[in-house]
């Protein structure tokens, strides 16, 4: 298994920009996350996945847009790049929704809006 | 709503001494709790879970931590730090309050391992 992907892993964006962070799972999980990672800050939750065709917004949802059209994939998209949006992103997988299970993370996506 | 705090940014240790990394949660119910490790530049790895099982969980790598509902604390340590364990660590909160599944992460605390 190749567990967790992500692309790209190093992105440099101008303002007003959009693009798409790519992360797929081969480990059949129902339940998907991203999260911005920003110093001193821990992990906070954008948008998060419990099955394909159902998603919802996490902490700080506001700039970014998901969907779920396979139980593998779940690509995060930049409406309009801005310079807050500066950050590592990660996406995480987990066998269910239930609190109890671990999730799996990637290896992240580091980007740079100037 | 859950909350975790991590009590020290750092902790700096010399290798083949003990660890002791500090997390206390706040919580409406009874969470799962984690702590999971990132090496720099890399994604997080799952070191323990506690889910309502036994109170002292171990984990890889040497970890463990225990549960302490009365003192809503979950502290990870590790008896003698070598210097790969160099890295962040995150303890992490999850409940499901109403259905939803939303972990909160602590800030994390910064090992560093002195020769």
């Known amino acids: 298994n190749a567990g967790v992907t992500q692309t790209p892993k190093f992105q440099v964006l101008k303002t007003g920009q959009s693009m798409t962070l790519q992360c797929a799972q081969d480990?059949?999980?129902?339940?998907m996350s991203w999260y911005r990672q920003d110093p001193g800050m821990g992990l906070r939750l954008i948008h998060y996945?419990?099955?394909?065709?159902?998603?919802d917004q996490g902490e700080v949802p506001n700039g970014y847009n998901v969907s779920r059209s396979t139980t593998e994939d779940f690509p995060l998209r930049l409406l309009s790049a801005a310079p807050s949006q500066t950050s590592v992103y990660f996406c995480a997988s987990s066998y269910s929704r239930q609190a109890r299970n671990e999730q799996y993370f990637g290896p992240g996506t580091r980007l740079t809006v100037t | 709503a859950q909350s975790v705090t991590q009590l020290d940014s750092h902790v700096s240790v010399s290798e083949g001494t003990p660890v002791l990394l500090r997390c206390n949660y706040s919580?409406?119910?009874?969470?799962?709790l984690f702590w999971y490790v990132q090496h720099p530049n890399k994604g997080l790895q799952l070191l323990l879970k506690y889910t309502s099982a036994a109170t002292l969980v171990k984990g890889i790598n040497g970890f463990e931590a225990e549960f302490k509902k009365s003192e809503t604390s979950f502290h990870l340590t590790k008896p003698s730090a070598h210097m790969s364990d160099a890295a962040e660590y995150f303890c992490v909160a999850s409940e499901r309050p109403g259905g939803s599944y939303i972990p909160t992460f602590g800030r994390g605390t910064s090992l560093i391992v002195h020769p």
């Open positions: 919580s409406s119910y009874s969470p799962s």
């Open positions: 480990m059949n999980h129902e339940y």
């Open positions: 996945s419990v099955g394909a065709g159902i998603t």
